[in-house]
């Protein structure tokens, strides 16, 4: 099973684009939505096309979604693609990332979608992309859930100070796709808008209050150095062509 897991919050024209790409993987996929408390009828929606895992009727936050369909999916698979409802995959991205033999990958975003081949494979850098993800079952059983005190920012940067604690290197694949950037503000109601980045502020002291520094700053680019230590591999050296 190569399992596709994506969060959705309104914004049902978006998810449909997001999920046409998932189904035109060039591999076969299957696509789980958890929802996190939509109005707009994206619930109904995806009951009709039979790929809701689960829904909240208020919105439970990031971490509790991926939290809550990463452990259902492990149950039967070794690894999920974990990705955004605000992107779009050109058809050769899963195998593509499924490629690399390594704990966690992810993908790039960028703004084109006129991707009809891969790009040449480049070294991987650590600067993974949480838009787009491929976790496997042993970084998601050695580095834990995500925490869930940050609901919709930061915990994928707590994530990765986590994942270099533990000496497992997050990284990123020269492997473009499209995402729709800040489109969950852009996309929202004033009155949502403005309690979205009330929550984004407490996110982001929550994580601060955590780790003693904030996001971005020189304190976490140290933090996020993997303890691993050795020199990020050329694809070449642990990529299996699918």
Known sequence: MNPI????????????????????????????????GSTDGTVGWLETVGIL??????????????????????NDSDHVLVCNNDVELPPWFYRELLSYRVPFITGVSCDGMNLKTPPPASNLVPHPDFSAFLIRREAWQQIGPFDEGMRHYAQDCDYHVRASQEGIPLLAANCPFHHERSSTLRLASPRDRDDIEAQANFDRSYFLKKWGFAVGSEEYQRATLCKAGSEIPFPGEIRERL
Do not use: P, Y
Request: proline share 0%.
């Open 53 to 74: 895992l689960d829904h909240a009727v208020l919105n439970a936050g990031v971490s509790k979604g991926w939290n809550v369909g990463l452990k259902r999916l492990f």
């Open 5 to 36: 897991l994506t969060l959705t919050h309104n914004a049902l024209e978006m998810t449909k684009k997001a999920v046409d790409s998932f189904l035109r993987q060039d591999i076969d996929v299957q696509i789980f939505a958890f929802d996190n």
